[in-house]
């Protein structure tokens, strides 16, 4: 097998004046190579991806068509809107999105301690944060159904849970819960492609992907908001509750085939 392609061995051997030429092209597949070949995702992360983003678009699209119209997965709306709200001296609003804030924070901390590590690996605890993302979630129903502003608290710190929970894989970024990030990045990727640079494709596939997911949430939670409801999280809750209780198995078995071993 070539570990080098034919112009980066001519680079070494080339008279001092066409070195410069050579070893751009040598640069330039080395860039491409690791960009396309440093993320190896399995196809757990993808379904993952997908699954956990699909999730995501249900449960803010409910928070929008709710009676507070508020967003659940993602803060920066509800930080322009604190923002406004303070200038207002509103304080039932400052209290309300303050709040919001506050519970995302915290399920995200408690993501992070639960989980230890924000390198997205095999093998640690996601299966209780998965668990306590459903149990959150089906909390929020009947909260949401008396209007009770604890009902997004809940959500959203499930959605907190959920965005810490899956950070990185291989050095590349992964959220979940929000897709601002992912559509900047798809547009440098297609910046880069029409000036002839190197485009990490399988991390352009993945923002995608997350991407697609999300907006399927919303489309599908959409729809089942108009049938039932704030009892459409029962759909999400059923979902992560028991992808977390399969993972939780999982991993059991895994420790128990490693210690017997």
């Known amino acids: 097998m070539k570990l080098y392609p034919d112009y980066f061995i001519a680079a ?123 149990l959150l979630l089906a909390a929020a129903v009947p909260l949401f159904e008396r209007q009770m502003i604890a009902g997004a608290l809940f959500a959203a710190a499930a959605c907190g849970l959920q965005n810490a929970m899956a950070s990185t894989y291989s050095g590349s970024l992964i959220r979940t819960s929000h897709v601002t990030g992912l559509f900047t990045d798809l547009g440098i990727a297609m910046g880069h492609a029409l000036r002839g640079m190197p485009v990490a494709r399988r991390r352009t596939a993945l923002c995608a992907l997350v991407i697609c997911g999300f907006l399927a949430g919303g489309i599908v939670g959409a729809w089942l908001y108009k049938h039932f409801g704030y009892r459409t999280l029962y759909f999400p809750a059923v979902l992560t509750g028991g992808a977390g209780l399969a993972y939780a198995g999982y991993r059991q078995r895994t420790l128990w085939s490693s210690q017997e071993k």
């Open 12 to 134: 070494c051997a080339a008279p001092t004046g066409t070195r410069v030429s050579l070893r751009l092209q040598a640069s330039s597949y080395g860039r491409q190579h690791w960009q396309d070949m440093g993320i190896q995702l399995p196809r757990w992360v993808w379904v993952g991806a997908g699954s956990l983003a699909f999730v995501a678009g249900i449960v803010n699209v409910v928070g929008y068509l709710g009676f507070e119209h508020q967003a659940i997965t993602h803060l920066t709306g509800t930080t322009s809107l604190l923002g406004a709200a303070i200038t207002a001296g509103d304080t039932r609003a400052i209290l309300r999105l303050l709040g919001v804030v506050l519970a995302f924070v915290a399920g995200a901390m408690a993501s992070g301690l639960i989980i230890q590590d924000s390198t997205l690996r095999l093998g640690r605890r996601y299966g209780v944060v998965l668990t306590i993302e459903a």
